[in-house]
Nanobody, 123 residues
Framework: QVQLVESGGGLVQAGGSLRISCAAS????????MAWFRQAPGKQREFVTA???????NYAGSVKGRFTISRDNAKNTVYLQMNSLKPEDTAVYYC?????????????????WGQGTQVTVSS
């Protein structure tokens, strides 16, 4: 069983930056593909970014060049650095884990989910 706990959400002005974190339990964290998804009110959950155990990354087009995913396997933690934030980035951000090495952009391919952290970008 893997538990994921997100932290670091909040309110930020457009153009600002925010870093959110996801702490994971489990002794084999380095073998997990980790991802961030987000869900805005009235919209479906959407893929944001993912990272393999080895550090290879994948980004949605809407965030490429502005967001950076990283992981610290020694701390069992994955991070999402968000720069140049826009009001349309406002959403609940969810951390997800997949207990295999390879990432996916599909939410149904992830086995474990955090509770979510709210990110609000004001204009």
């Amino acid at each position: 069983q893997v538990q994921l706990v997100e932290s670091g959400g909040g309110l930020v002005q457009a153009g600002g930056s925010l870093r959110i974190s996801c702490a994971a339990s489990g002794r084999t964290f380095r073998d997990y593909a980790m991802a961030w998804f987000r869900q805005a009110p009235g919209k479906q959950r959407e893929f944001v970014t993912a990272i393999t155990g080895g550090g290879s990354t994948n980004y949605a087009g809407s965030v490429k060049g502005r967001f950076t995913i990283s992981r610290d396997n020694a701390k069992n933690t994955v991070y999402l650095q968000m720069n140049s934030l826009k009001p349309e980035d406002t959403a609940v951000y969810y951390c997800a884990a997949r207990t295999i090495w390879v990432v996916s952009t599909r939410a149904d391919q992830y086995n474990y989910w955090g509770q979510g952290t709210q990110v609000t970008v004001s204009s």
